[in-house]
């Protein structure tokens, strides 16, 4: 190496070595006068925590609603435009629902049906288990009796015939036949009251029984009538035991019924009319079911206010098929806001406490301030532009102010203890 690089490199080094000394003295070096640190001194401080806490976020109201069809269907009518205010159960949308109408009718009409079942069921139990009253029991003594005598007379006159026709004969034939229809009208009578009643069963049967009956007495009467006017002969005398035979059936039904009413009602007969209580009442639980069932599938035709509110979004026109869950509008409670916080990051959210004040401005409002209290804390983060930040609610204190959904809004919450 020659001696001249040699002198080259010191020259270097004493010039890097002045200029090190004088970047110490300018920049590095103690202050002349400066307390020069112990062992004993903090190197460092801790910063106080803030008072308030700043964050952006929006106008969101209170309370909303994405209302949507349960059911398939064309829209009929729209009973409500994007900004009017509605009340709670206000219909806003009508499906076409004519069938579903329909519906619904002949399901109220089987309700009908099937009570009138049940009050006429129920009224046949109480009457067996009530048992005759005691006109009925006197009324059927009668008839009993009545036929009784109606044999009797019918003998005395088919023997006075085989002796020969007199006046007396036919008279008695003739008051025969007259007594016959009174007996006649009777049991069409009483047949007619237990129709209107609504009662059937076993005292119908009867009924139809005496009626059946009566008729062919009055048959027999007058067919012997007229052989007793012609007069006697082989054929009258016939006509007379039928009529002795009509008589004897009489007296023999009316006795029955007598004998069944004093005897009441059989265990079997209470029980099958209890049956048939229970029936009936299963037929109009079954017909409420399907009423109710029919008037769900109505009402689901029906989109309703579930709160008072705006409308601020209607997406569907009449006329329009909608699909179920698909959404038509959207209704928003304005009768209180709040604001929700966008971008607090996860060293403020900390400080941040429900029930601390809020002092908030919006940009559509210039300078003017809004007053509000923290009231949810988000427990889950959200990642905004790269962030990690959680969302705060806001009630915001009531104003006039025309606030609307999704305004901007910046916070100062005050986080002092």
């Given at each position: 190496m020659s001696r001249t690089r040699i002198l080259i490199g010191l020259i270097i080094v004493a010039v890097l070595a002045g200029l090190g000394y004088v970047g110490y003295q300018k920049y590095l070096a103690p202050a002349q006068g400066a307390p020069t640190p112990t062992g004993n001194a903090s190197l460092s401080t801790t910063p106080e925590a803030p008072s308030v806490v700043s964050a952006e976020g929006k106008i969101v109201p209170a309370r909303d609603a994405t209302l949507a069809f349960r059911m398939a269907g064309r829209v009929e009518k729209i009973s409500v435009k994007e900004g009017e205010a509605v009340k709670e159960g206000d219909v806003l949308i009508q499906l076409e629902s004519a069938d579903v109408q329909a519906g619904v009718a002949q399901a109220q009409a089987a309700v009908a049906q099937a009570e009138a079942a049940v009050a006429l069921a129920q009224a046949q139990l109480d009457q067996i288990t009530a048992g005759p009253r005691p006109e009925e029991i006197a009324a059927a003594e009668a008839q009993a009796k009545a036929a009784s005598n109606a044999v009797g007379q019918?003998?005395?006159?088919?023997?006075?015939?085989?002796?020969?026709?007199?006046?007396?004969?036919?008279?008695?034939?003739?008051?025969?036949?007259?007594?016959?229809?009174?007996?006649?009208?009777?049991?069409?009578?009483?047949?007619?009251?237990?129709?209107?009643?609504?009662?059937?069963?076993?005292?119908?049967?009867?009924?139809?029984?005496?009626?059946?009956?009566?008729?062919?007495?009055?048959?027999?009467?007058?067919?012997?009538?007229?052989?007793?006017?012609?007069?006697?002969s082989p054929e009258l005398v016939q006509a007379y035991n039928s009529a002795i035979?009509?008589?004897?059936?009489?007296?023999?039904?009316?006795?029955?019924?007598?004998?069944?009413l004093q005897a009441g009602a059989t265990k079997a007969q209470v029980d099958a009319a209890m049956a048939q209580v229970d029936q009936a009442k299963a037929g109009l639980e079954a017909a409420k079911a399907a009423l109710a069932a029919a008037q769900a599938q109505l009402d689901q035709a029906t989109l309703k206010a579930p709160f008072a509110g705006t409308i601020v979004s209607l997406s569907t026109e009449v006329g329009e098929v909608v699909t179920p869950g698909a959404p038509v509008l959207v209704l928003v409670d304005e009768s209180k806001w709040r604001m929700q916080t966008n971008d607090l990051s996860e060293t403020d959210v900390v400080l941040v406490r429900p029930g601390q004040s809020v002092t908030a401005t919006l940009d559509a409002f210039g300078d003017q301030t809004f007053h509000g209290v923290v009231t949810e804390i988000a427990s889950i983060a959200e990642t905004n532009r790269g962030n990690t930040t959680y969302a705060v609610t806001i009630d915001l204190d009531?104003?006039?102010?025309?606030?609307?959904?999704?305004?901007?809004?910046?916070v100062d919450i005050d986080v002092r203890p």
């Open positions: 019918a003998v005395a006159q088919r023997d006075q015939v085989a002796k020969g026709a007199t006046d007396d004969a036919i008279a008695a034939v003739e008051a025969q036949l007259a007594q016959a229809q009174v007996q006649r009208k009777e049991a069409e009578d009483a047949y007619q009251r237990l129709m209107d009643s609504k009662i059937h069963g076993w005292m119908e049967e009867q009924a139809i029984l005496r009626v059946n009956a009566a008729n062919e007495a009055v048959a027999a009467a007058q067919a012997a009538l007229d052989q007793l006017k012609s007069g006697a035979g009509v008589a004897s059936q009489q007296r023999k039904a009316a006795e029955a019924q007598l004998a069944l009531p104003t006039d102010a025309p606030l609307r959904w999704g305004m901007t809004a910046f």
